[in-house]
Structure formats: structure tokens, C-alpha cells
């Protein structure tokens, strides 16, 4: 696991799935990564997955907001590399791993 900051981590079940923020590769700016990967800690079995959605492809974005309400994971806003800030609602099925904007 790579680390990161200004992501969102969202409990569902018993596990955590984190989504996108910044990964940090060099000590200056041009250095940052914007993130829109899938990772999912299991609490039961203390292990990680790393989740390979479908659909729409979100881009890469850090400072957003994210809530679960039954099978989906909703993604707003945020920042991205080269929008700027973004105004766009997405959503993940979690039963299918299925990436689309609203």
C-alpha cells in the first residue's frame, strides 16, 4: 500500500473502502498523484484488496466527500489535476463494482 492523504474511507460491512485523494511521489508539486483507485480493508480477516471497478472512469481527485447508503458508495466533488474543482456526482455499486455518473 502506497500512502496518501485527502481521501475518503467509508465503512460498509465489515470492511472500510478507501477511494482516490494524493499520493505524494516527489517533494515538489509536480511530484503529486491524483488517485481514483479502489482499496478495501477487511476488518474480520485484517487484509487489503485492491478493487478494479467498471463503467464510466472516474478520474483521479483528492478533497471530496463520500457516504455508503446500502449497496452504493457516493462520490462528490473535489479536486482533480486539471479541472480544478469538480461539482460532479458519481456513484459505485458495491454488488458490482460499478462506477457511474449521476
Not at 472516474?58 to 461539482?87: C, P, Q, S
Request: proline residues 1%.
Amino acid at each position: 500500500m502506497s500512502g496518501r492523504h485527502s481521501h475518503t474511507a467509508c465503512l460498509y460491512k465489515n470492511s472500510i473502502i478507501f477511494f482516490g485523494g494524493e499520493s505524494n511521489n516527489k517533494e515538489d508539486f509536480d511530484g503529486r498523484t491524483f488517485l481514483n483507485d479502489i482499496k478495501i480493508f477487511n476488518l474480520d480477516k485484517n487484509e487489503w484488496k485492491i478493487l478494479n471497478g467498471s463503467g464510466q472512469p472516474i478520474t483521479g481527485r483528492k478533497n471530496h466527500a463520500a457516504v455508503v447508503h446500502d449497496k452504493n458508495m457516493f462520490v462528490y466533488g473535489g479536486l482533480d489535476a486539471k479541472r480544478g474543482y469538480l461539482g460532479e456526482l458519481w456513484t459505485l455499486n458495491l454488488s458490482k463494482i460499478y462506477f457511474f455518473e449521476i
